[in-house]
Each structure stands twice: as C-alpha cells, then as structure tokens.
C-alpha cells in the first residue's frame, strides 16, 4: 500500500486580470457605469470589486468561477460535497478497481497530519518488520496496520468474485480519493470562512489553509479579507 499526504491543485488559470475584468463588466450594467471601465489595465475593475465586497453586493462574484482538485481522504471528501453551489467530479470506488495494473495493485491512504509518517509504500503485514516504522508512536503503526488490513481484505475480495462495488465497502475513510470542485467565486469565499476556521476538522484545515493563501497571492482583492 501506498501512503501519501494531501494536496491541492488549481486547475484554472488565475493569472492576469480576467476575473476581476469579468466581474466589473457585468456589474456595471446594474449602475450603467461602463464608460469607467478602464482599457489600459485592471485598476478600475480593481476599485469596483473592492467596492462591491465592502457593500456586500457579492451576487456579482458569482460570475466568475475556480477549478481546484483535491486530492484528500473519503472523509474530508464528505465534508466538500456539502456545499451546494458547486460542480464535482470524483474518483469512483464503485468503477476503480484498485486490483488493477494502472494502479500498481495497491491502495492509497492519505496519511491523518496528526500522525508521525513520512510519504512511503510499506508492507507491515507482508514482511512482518515493524520495527523502525513506528517506534515512538504506537497510534502510527496501530493506524498503518488497519489501513494495510483493509487493503488485504478488498483485494481478497475481488479475487473471490465481488466487484469493486462491493468490496470497496471495507474500505475506511483514510482511503485516498480525487475530486475536483467548481465553485464560483462569491462560493469559495463562502467556503473559506467555514474550511479554514479553527473549528473545521484539522485535516480540512490542512487543505485549505495553504490553498487560501495561494488565491490571496493571484487575486488578493477577492480573498485578503478572509482570516482565520
């Protein structure tokens, strides 16, 4: 089995101003204030935005949208698809038989970030040398082992007879999926006042912090007002 950490990855471009260009132009049409739009650059897109954010008007950012794919455990995927306003695709365990060649035969955990463990493909069960895995941190080798525990039984299972729709229901939370989420704008700000809070679960947090910071860092007049 293979144990990795989770990331995140911008699928959409967000260099340039497009967004915020987008979004003055139709915003402007409520107040009939196209005539300000400046050509030369994004300053006067830049001062409507910051407008409309501080006014509260933020049916407007709904115009603009972002493409993020997560790679993360089930559980934090649980916790993603319960925003409405959203488009997802996700990795299916009811067609990806994880028996298979294209992924090497093995099952992919993402490692919990309260856990002492390094990226790695390990074999606890197979080799039975547990020793220099988790020494220190018993909880880590407890861990380790249900998840290459349940690997054994879902690939056995597929070698029975089942499907993957069947076996993958012994399959635990930690289980490696992809999903990649469409919001618009005035939803992932919504999004990160709620993902990034101290109150989100840590592992959630530990995604969508750092990719909070990356949309400060290309569009920061959308996002720098989120804290947490």
């Known amino acids: 089995m293979k144990l990795i950490k989770p990331y995140t990855e911008i699928l959409t471009d967000l260099n340039g101003p497009k967004f915020l260009k987008d979004i003055e132009q139709v915003a402007r049409t409520c107040y009939k204030s196209e005539d300000l739009i400046s050509e030369e650059d994004d300053s006067s897109a830049r001062e409507l935005v910051r407008k409309l954010i501080s006014r509260g008007h933020e049916a407007m950012l709904e115009f603009g949208d972002i493409t993020v794919k997560f790679v993360c455990d089930r559980g934090v995927s649980h916790e993603i698809v319960r925003h409405r306003v959203a488009s997802y695709a996700q990795e299916s365990t009811r067609y990806c038989n994880y028996s298979n060649d294209k992924f090497y035969g ?57 499907s993957p729709q069947q ?34 679960h840590p592992q959630m947090q530990e995604l969508t912090r750092p990719l909070l910071e990356k949309f400060q860092a290309s569009i920061p007049i959308l996002f720098d007002d989120i804290t947490y």
């Open 167 to 200: 076996a993958r229901s012994v399959l635990p939370n930690s289980l490696k999926t992809e999903i990649n989420v469409k919001m618009n704008l005035r939803e992932w700000r919504h999004f990160f006042r709620l993902r990034c809070s101290n109150a989100a």
């Open 106 to 162: 093995e099952l992919t955990f993402i490692i919990p970030c309260w856990l002492k463990l390094e990226e790695k493909t390990v074999n606890y069960l197979g080799d039975g040398d547990h020793e220099g895995a988790c020494e220190e941190e018993p909880n880590n080798l407890m861990w380790s082992i249900q998840m290459e525990s349940a690997e054994a039984s879902y690939l056995k299972l597929l070698d029975s007879g089942w």
